[in-house]
């Protein structure tokens, strides 16, 4: 039986991320919606989103980087 690591390695990668992404929104938002109110709320996912649209854009450049990287190695 064979293991693929780097295949685990990048599958656990990403379960950390999403779990850290769901927390922060679920968490984040929901405890200001429990001190603040629904009107706090919604400026804090306006928020969040608005910090993580720059990272996604990064996060797109570089995979488009390697998948154009990939295509002409080939």
């Given amino acids: 039986m064979s293991r693929d690591l780097r295949r685990y390695d990048r599958q656990t990668k990403l379960r950390l991320v999403v779990g850290f992404v769901v927390l922060l929104f679920v968490v984040g938002d929901g405890l ?11 400026s804090g996912l306006f ?10 854009l990064i996060v797109l450049f570089f995979a488009l980087l390697d998948w154009i990287r990939k295509r002409a190695n080939e």
Avoid: E, N
Wanted: proline content about 5%.
């Fill in 32 to 42: 200001i919606y429990l001190l603040y109110g629904s009107s706090a709320a919604l």
């Fill in 47 to 56: 928020c969040l989103f608005g910090g993580l649209l720059p990272i996604g």
